[in-house]
């Protein structure tokens, strides 16, 4: 028994003492030899086997270390209001305009209740984000103030815009780059940062000027280039009243036009607004009409064919077609479409006094005492264009008083200040090679999109919204140049006159009231076929059998013969009795139609070759 247990009490000593024994060697600090076995045998974080001490971690830079740029000390700043900081932003474009944001963090002490700041000379829409402002100059300085009658305390942070061109001068085979990026302002500066974003690379090195410092202020900044944006800031404080420009020579060509600003701006500018004084003078005094009484009316104007719509509603030439159509539904003539699609006029009956005398005159002329005409003959179309001439002096003298203006030289006016305004506009943007043919072109082209402007206003009043759409684009177009060419306030006013002495001068020239009434009864006529609907012309069918034959010359003159022909779908119409056709004449209103109007196409080819 004494055995067992002293072999019981052996094992309980080994089992308390083999834990110590076992423990780690480098855990044991008085052991300087475990020191040196750990910094022999344990790899450095690295994996590569090298001792700590061999690559021993770098320290992260003290913040209280100086860094390689110094900004300005703004503690002297502290006791009066003053510009903590001022962010300038500028961009500029191919043809050298420069736009520029400045965001400013002004510290106010005390409390002020007006603050200005100033911008350079020949800025274009400067602005103060957020503010309303009023607008000063002094010595040639604009200024714009920002007020508050509570005043404004502490920080406030104001964000400035506007725009600069005309920064581009030629050099001896290079351009100089002139862009003033600090103006006159009332307040000291602390730090000036600032971008300079060049449309394209460059290798040249900019300089800077002061109007403190002169060149000397290139020792106050520093600056860098990725060659293509210039950055820059300040390490000492910019006084009050300072100014900062930077001066780039660049390569002949960087830049494209006039480099932003056109020599002839100011000349060009003033003719520009002469002459639209000048038209609306004119208009005013000699072709203002007194505004139309328009009711809608459900029959034709009184004494008016369909001939005489183009004419009436948009100043245009006569249309012969529809004159012969008139004729038609009057028991004149008739129409006969033959196998081959030619079309062949019939004299029904002969033309009397009650007919208008230059009516049977034509009438005459076309059938020159035979029964047939073909409608692709010579002499169809002769009598077509003599027609074309006779209508608007036969209208000429009824309507329009014999002291009204002349509606073309005053469209032509205003086509021409078109033109001026679009070689304004491309003057700024056009580039250097072929400058003078891209002037010219604009020059034309301004014309050209003056005239279509117009014309858009008369072909409105037909429902032609082809020429109405092609009027408009060219209205965009213009307005679009102008912008393009930093010309808008030139260009808008341009547009508006335009377009508005087209409008005026639609139905013609200074009207007399007998002039008044028949333009009055031909646009209710109009306003009657627009809003018209399905219902009302059958009613009107069951009243006369042949109303849509009567009526589908006028709608066709206005431009609205398929929408009147579609009003009649459903309808069982009785035959025509002035248009035959060797294959049949459809009896349905947009058959009909489509018949009658393939016989006025081949008509209209007759008119034209």
Not at 89 to 102: A, E, F, K, W
Not at 167 to 194: H, K, N, R, W
Not at 380 to 390: I, Q
Request: aromatic share 10%; with cysteine; glycine share 10%.
């Amino acid at each position: 028994m004494r055995r067992v247990l002293a072999a019981l009490l052996l094992c309980c000593c080994l089992l308390a003492v083999c834990p110590a024994a076992l423990a780690d060697p480098a855990q044991t600090p008085e052991d300087p030899a475990a020191e040196d076995l750990v910094g022999a045998d344990t790899p450095a974080e690295d994996g590569s086997g090298d001792t700590a001490p061999a690559e021993a971690p770098q320290e992260e830079p003290s913040a209280e270390e100086p860094s390689q740029t110094v900004g300005p000390d703004l503690s002297a700043l502290e006791s009066e209001t003053a510009i903590r900081s001022m962010e300038i932003s500028c961009v500029l474009d191919s043809s050298g305009r420069m736009s520029v944001t400045q965001t400013v963090e002004l510290a106010i002490v005390g409390t002020l209740e007006e603050i200005r700041f100033s911008f350079p000379q020949g800025a274009k829409k400067a602005d103060i984000e957020g503010y309303w402002t009023s607008s000063s100059k002094e010595n040639g300085v604009k200024y714009l103030t920002v007020s508050n009658r509570k005043g404004f305390t502490g920080t406030q942070t104001f964000r400035l815009s506007y725009t600069l061109s005309g920064l581009v001068s030629a050099g001896e085979a290079s351009q100089v780059l002139t862009a003033p990026l600090l103006s006159l302002q009332d307040y000291q500066i602390g730090l000036l940062t600032f971008s300079i974003r060049l449309p394209d690379t460059f290798s040249s090195t900019p300089r800077f000027t002061s109007g403190y410092f002169g060149s000397l202020v290139e020792d106050l900044i520093t600056v860098t280039s990725d060659g293509q944006t210039i950055t820059g800031s300040n390490h000492e404080i910019m006084r009050d009243n300072d100014t900062l420009t930077m001066i780039l020579t660049l390569p002949e060509g960087y830049f494209s036009g006039n480099y932003g600003e056109s020599k002839l701006s100011p000349v060009m500018t003033t003719i520009i607004f002469v002459l639209l004084a000048l038209a609306l003078l004119y208009w005013l005094r000699f072709l203002k009409n007194p505004p139309l009484r328009v009711q809608a009316r459900a029959l034709p104007p009184d004494g008016v064919t369909p001939g005489d719509i183009p004419f009436l509603l948009a100043g245009g030439h006569a249309d012969f077609n529809m004159l012969v159509s008139h004729w038609a539904v009057l028991g004149y003539v008739s129409f006969y479409v033959n196998k081959a699609g030619n079309v062949i006029l019939r004299r029904r009956m002969a033309m009397g006094n009650e007919r208008r005398a230059f009516e049977r005159k034509l009438f005459d002329l076309l059938f020159g005492g035979e029964t047939l005409c073909d409608g692709a003959s010579l002499r169809y179309k002769k009598v077509g264009e003599k027609a074309m001439a006779v209508i608007p002096r036969y209208w000429s003298k009824r309507l329009y008083d014999k002291r009204s203006g002349s509606p073309t030289l005053l469209r032509g006016l205003c086509c021409l200040v078109c033109a001026l305004a679009a070689f304004l506009a491309m003057d700024a943007v056009a580039p250097e090679k072929l400058h003078g043919l891209f002037l010219f072109v604009s020059l034309i082209a301004g014309f050209a999109m003056g005239w279509l402007v117009q014309r858009a206003c008369g072909a409105y009043y037909l429902n032609d919204w082809v020429w109405t759409g092609f009027g408009a684009a060219c209205g965009l177009g213009l307005l679009i140049i102008g912008g393009m060419g930093g010309a808008t306030l030139t260009m808008l006013p341009t547009v508006a006159v335009t377009a508005l002495i087209g409008w005026q001068t639609a139905h013609g020239g200074l009207r007399r009231p007998y002039g008044d009434e028949v333009i009055g009864q031909t646009l209710g006529f109009r306003r009657f076929l627009l809003n018209t609907t399905d219902r009302h012309v059958t009613q009107m069918l069951r009243r006369d059998p042949q109303y849509f034959y009567k009526i589908l010359p006028y709608a066709e003159a206005m431009g609205q013969g398929r929408r009147f022909a579609a009003l009649f779908h459903g309808c069982r119409l009785e035959p025509c009795q002035w248009f035959e056709a060797a294959r049949g004449v459809p009896t349905t209103a947009d058959a009909f139609y489509d018949a009658y109007a393939d016989a006025l196409d081949m008509l209209n080819i007759s008119l034209r070759k």
